[in-house]
Structures are given as C-alpha cells and as structure tokens.
C-alpha cells in the first residue's frame, strides 16, 4: 500500500501514455541491431507490443497511429546490462543515513529508473540491490522505467566485496545479527556450501533472473583489496549449481586472472569487470564461452572517498590494454556502466557510449547496446521476466524501440543526447515519449 501511494505521480504519467491498438512507423531507415548499414525508408507496424510487419507495403488498419518517421532511424531501446537503480539512486551518506527506510530507497530508485527509459534504455540488468519494489512497480504500471533483469542481494563472503557493514557491526554467525545492509536487502554475506545455497535460492525465490557473486576485491568496498580472491572453489561451485538448477546463471565480480579462473573452473558463465585481465586468461574465456561485461570507467571524481579513487586507479590504467585485447580475441562482449554512489554521474550514461569509440565503430557500438547486450540477457532463459526477442528491429520481436533524429552509424554523437535527438521512445509498444507531438 505504501509503494502505491508513492507511486501515484508516476501512476499519473503512466496514464498519459498512447497505447492504440497500432502503431506505424512511416518512412523510417531501420537499423536493425546488427547490420552495419540502415536500410531504405520502409513501414514497420507495431501491434500487441510486438513488431508484426516491416516493408514498404505494409498497411494499418484505420485507428492505427501513424508516425512521419522521415529523416529518422528507428532502432532497438539501448540496453546497460551494469547498473544498480538504488545505489546509483542514493549517495553514500544518503545510504548510511539512519533516516534511509526501503520506502525511501524505492522512490529514489523509481526516479532513476525513469530518468534512465527518458535517456532511451528501456532494458537493463540490476546487479544487486533492493529492486524488487521497484521493478514490480515498473511491471504494474506504478512506476515508469526500464524492463528490469534483476539479481537481488549482492552474494558475498566474509570481508568480501559485498561485506558492507560498518565498524561497529558484528558478524551475524558470530553475534546473531543481520548487518543493515543485509536488512536493506542489499547483500546477503554467505560462508561455506550451505550459506551460499540459502542464498542464491533466496533471491531464486523472489525472482532473480541471474546471481551476481563477488569473486574479487572490489573498489568501492572498504575491507577487501582489488587483488583478493574470494570464495573457493566449492562455495563458487555450490553458487553455480543452484542457479543452473533454475535454468540460469551466476555472473562474478572479478578483475584480476586467479579470481576469473577460478571461476570459470567453477561453471561461471558471466565476469562483470576483468579490466586488470591477461591476453591468457581472455583466450580462456573464449574457449569456454565465457561472456565479459565491461565498462569504461572514468577518472575519479572529485567528491569520491580517496580510498576508492587510489583502488580504482590500475583498473582505470589498464581497461584500454582489456578492451583492445578483448576484441581482437573474439571475447563476446557486452557493455554497462556500473555507477555508484554518485546520482550525478547517471546523466552520463549516453555519453558513456561513446567513449567506445577508441575501440569500435559506431555500428559495432551500436550492435553492443542492442542485440549483444540482449543477448547477453537472454541467458537468463525462462527466469528472464520478459519472454521474447529484444535488441532487434524484426517482426515477432518486442516493440522496445527509438526513433531517433538522423543517422546514428554516421554520427554517433546522435546517441550522446537523447533530449535533443530521440523524437520516440517506445517500450513495450507503449511510447513514453513523443517529442514529434510535443509531448516530451
């Protein structure tokens, strides 16, 4: 009841969105997620929250709203398979504060979450946090944003990356207290076999579509160095076979080779991170099928902890050497942005995009964010919360798409400023925003 009340300015703006039983796009040039080249200007016909036709020919019936797409690309909603809508949502103060409640955290992760489907990515894949309020918000209508792959609680070990109690908190094993992060439902802390199972078939069971281990130090954690190697290999391995169990997959926060090894040893299919990798190491991943969501990360800013800014500093140093390598081996790739802690960074999420650019072409960029993250997606089988092809401009897939202003494989910068340049934005059939009209 509380999330509905809150929820109702959002319940408001939900109201307003155009949902005809079709919609036709006229005259548009498609990029279809993975062509290098757009095609002629040709219809494509949205109806049911799918795309059931594309070709010059192709007719709607008479109360179908049709939309003059000319000068326009119409392609696949960006997808950021790398984010955290509640701690990209709150500061670190705002997260410690002895006033933050789950009510709080969810309406700050609601106006994220909607902010990000304005920015264009209608898909994204939360790696570990409180989301479950928010995505079933998103999925009843409560909350505008993104579709949400989420992962729940963050699995961590003892003094691992996901060990985020403060001085005074004590060990729950030890003391019989959960820690307040645990309490938030951001982090489950699990030692040996059994720990892990419990909790990797707790968020199993509220929903995850994939499990996200720490496997590695991380930099944004205070007790654990970027070099460390966490869990051995039976926790890991207990981790993987109960999510294999559900038909999905556990994804590791990693940098460094032995802590990536290990893990595709113990069945991982997913490494978020790997900026400090070797080129032996990323061979390995090759040929074990092994995806690599990376980011690029930026300088630290100004008002970050210099603990973090000093840790961070080798994996900044290095991701140029991970990224070229990572192509030119075939790794499968995917992108995101990992923000943290500082809610001003997330209007660089577009811009993100181009920093791609000093390894890729615009199509390969493209190619990325669309069908490759999704695909990446897609490993979650049936625990995916949304059954259907996305990251593609085909008939039978899912109407997630952008009408944007332009050429984006001529001019990538087009991407870099959705206010300006995404006259549409459409997801799930329903358009959320229609800057042709005037409603923005």
């Not at 645990?182 to 199972?197: M, N, P, Q």
């Not at 995101?336 to 811009?351: H, I, S, V």
């Not at 890729?360 to 493209?366: G, K, Y």
Request: hydrophobic share 45%; proline share 5%.
């Amino acid at each position: 009841m509380i999330g509905l009340l809150l929820g109702l300015k959002a319940c408001s703006l939900m109201a307003d969105v155009a949902d005809p039983a079709e919609i036709l796009f006229d005259q548009v040039r498609v990029f279809d997620g993975s062509s290098p080249e757009l095609s002629a200007p040709t219809r494509v016909l949205v109806r049911d929250h799918r795309i059931v036709a594309i070709g010059e020919d192709v007719e709607a019936d008479d109360q179908a709203q049709v939309i003059d797409g000319s000068g326009h690309t119409l392609m696949p909603g960006l997808i950021d398979v790398h984010v955290h809508l509640t701690f990209s949502a709150l500061t670190m103060a705002e997260l410690l504060s002895p006033d933050l409640t789950p009510e709080v955290a969810e309406q700050a992760a609601a106006r994220e979450a909607e902010a990000m489907l304005m920015r264009g990515f209608t898909a994204v894949r939360d790696l570990g946090g409180p989301v479950w309020g928010v995505k079933a918000g998103i999925d009843a209508g409560r909350y505008v944003g993104p579709r949400v792959w989420p992962s729940g609680a963050m699995v961590s070990q003892t003094a691992g990356h996901g060990d985020f109690r403060l001085p005074h908190e004590r060990s729950r094993r030890f003391f019989g207290e959960a820690s307040r992060a645990e309490k938030l439902g951001a982090t489950f802390i699990a030692d040996g076999r059994s720990e892990v199972l419990t909790a990797v078939r707790e968020n199993l069971r509220f929903g995850a579509s994939q499990i996200k281990l720490m496997a590695g130090g991380g930099t944004s954690s205070a007790y654990d160095p970027v070099d460390v190697t966490q869990y051995t290999f039976d926790e890991m391995r207990a981790a993987v076979e109960a999510a294999e169990d559900w038909g999905t997959y556990v994804t590791v926060h990693a940098y460094t080779p032995r802590a990536i090894r290990r893990a595709i040893e113990a069945g991982v299919r997913v490494v978020d991170h790997g900026q400090l990798l070797d080129e032996e190491t990323l061979q390995l991943m090759v040929d074990n099928d092994i995806w690599l969501s990376l980011q690029v990360l930026r300088e630290s800013t100004p008002d970050m902890d210099p603990l973090r800014r000093a840790k961070r500093k080798p994996v900044i140093e290095n991701q140029p050497r991970v990224w070229a390598m990572a192509r030119d081996l075939g790794v499968k790739l995917a992108w995101g942005t990992d923000y943290l802690f500082e809610p001003t960074l997330n209007e660089q999420q577009n811009t993100d995009l181009l920093l791609l650019r000093e390894w890729f072409s615009a199509a390969e960029i493209l190619k990325m964010v669309t069908h490759d993250n999704a695909q990446l997606l897609a490993l979650s089988g049936l625990r995916s919360p949304y059954q259907g092809r996305l990251g593609v401009v085909e008939e039978g897939a899912m109407a997630d798409l952008l009408l944007v202003r332009g050429d984006p494989l001529e001019n990538l910068d087009l991407i870099g400023d959705p206010k300006v340049n995404f006259s549409i934005i459409m997801k799930n059939g329903k358009i959320y925003r229609n800057a042709l009209d005037g409603t923005q």
